[in-house]
Nanobody, 124 residues
Framework: QAQLVESGGGLVQPGGSLRLSCAAS????????MGWFRQGPGKEREFAAA???????YYQESVKDRFTISRDAAKNTVYLQMNSLKPEDTAVYYC??????????????????WGQGTQVTVSS
């Protein structure tokens, strides 16, 4: 049974917006920080944003003025609102649950739970 399920990816023009969703099992959502990572073509997976159960948010520098992470406890869902999208934002976006590490960890190896990923393509 999948514990993290992403949705909301697609094709968007430069400057456009998308909202990604990550539906999590209640145990993961309530107990762990939730993050978004991305992996572009030919690139390594990189951290984008995360939010703790208490609502503390932190971002990768390259997205912090354009992306917003949020969580809805009633739906056990984490969102990533992406605005002013650029072609370099093209990637598979993964939702993840962090099980160890510091409160501001951006290390993918601190995240034990992963979704299957959703493709985001920014192109005209």
């Amino acid at each position: 049974q999948a514990q993290l399920v992403e949705s909301g990816g697609g094709l968007v023009q430069p400057g456009g917006s998308l909202r990604l969703s990550c539906a999590a099992s209640r145990s993961i959502f309530n107990n762990y920080a939730m993050g978004w990572f991305r992996q572009g073509p030919g690139k390594e997976r990189e951290f984008a944003a995360a939010i703790t159960p208490g609502g503390y948010k932190y971002y990768q520098e390259s997205v912090k003025d354009r992306f917003t992470i949020s969580r809805d406890a009633a739906k056990n869902t984490v969102y990533l609102q992406m605005n002013s999208l650029k072609p370099e934002d093209t990637a598979v976006y993964y939702c993840a649950g962090r099980t160890r590490g510091s409160v501001r960890s951006k290390n993918q190896y601190d995240y034990a739970y992963w979704g299957q990923g959703t493709q985001v393509t920014v192109s005209s």
